[in-house]
């Protein structure tokens, strides 16, 4: 950073004017009203001559230093202190000497939207929110307690019928065994009657 850019160097330059202004002031004072200028240590002092030269001196100094601007909008708005340039904020990422964007109705109009959507959606959500709060909960044991008998018995039942399946298995096993039985009965008692007749 330069030197002239340092805020001790501004209160430097400031308290030296300042100064400078109030002794130019005084010696000018001093010479309207025909005063005696003042003596330190026999030394007799021109007040005017004195702030006239430091005066000229601050003038030759802020002529060679040129004005400071007090914002750097520059950094901000590229191009501001040009009077024709057409300028944007770097925020919005504009360029220099692009031109300003228009303010278009439908787009904002379309954010706007949105934004209104998102609400109403946000107040359904709370709204739920606030019925899950008042809902009663109070008998919600109780309905699990018999859920739970209901499913215990329902278990029951399956395995009974599992149970039973097993028993109807072993009856059809049982069943078709005695028809074979049966069917190896009467090829024997078919035979026998056979038999029979060409013996008699």
């Known amino acids: 950073m330069a030197i002239t850019k340092s805020p001790s160097f501004k209160y430097a330059k400031n308290f030296i004017i300042g100064v400078g202004a109030a002794i130019v002031m005084l010696g ?6 025909s005063w005696e200028m003042p003596t330190i240590g026999g030394v007799k002092f021109d007040l005017l001559t004195i702030g006239l030269g430091v005066e000229a001196f601050l003038f030759l100094l802020i002529g060679v230093l040129g004005p400071e601007p007090d914002y750097y909008w520059d950094k901000l708005y590229p191009g501001l202190s040009n009077y024709d340039a057409n300028v944007m904020p770097l925020s919005s990422g504009g360029v220099v000497g692009a031109p300003v964007a228009a303010l278009n109705g439908e787009v ?13 959606n946000m107040s359904k959500s709370m709204s739920s929110l606030k019925a899950l709060q008042d809902a009663d909960f109070s008998g919600t044991g ?5 859920m739970g008998n209901f499913y215990a018995k329902l278990n029951e039942a ?43």
């Open 28 to 33: 000018a004072l001093y010479k309207i009203q």
């Open 108 to 120: 904002v109009e379309q954010q706007l939207g949105g934004m209104l959507t998102e609400l109403q």
């Open 142 to 146: 109780e309905q699990i307690r018999q």
């Open 158 to 200: 399956m395995a009974d019928l599992a149970a039973t399946s097993d028993q109807t298995k072993a009856y059809k096993e049982n069943m078709i065994a005695l028809n074979g039985n049966l069917s190896t009965l009467n090829t024997v008692y078919g035979n026998m009657i056979s038999a029979m007749r060409v013996s008699a």
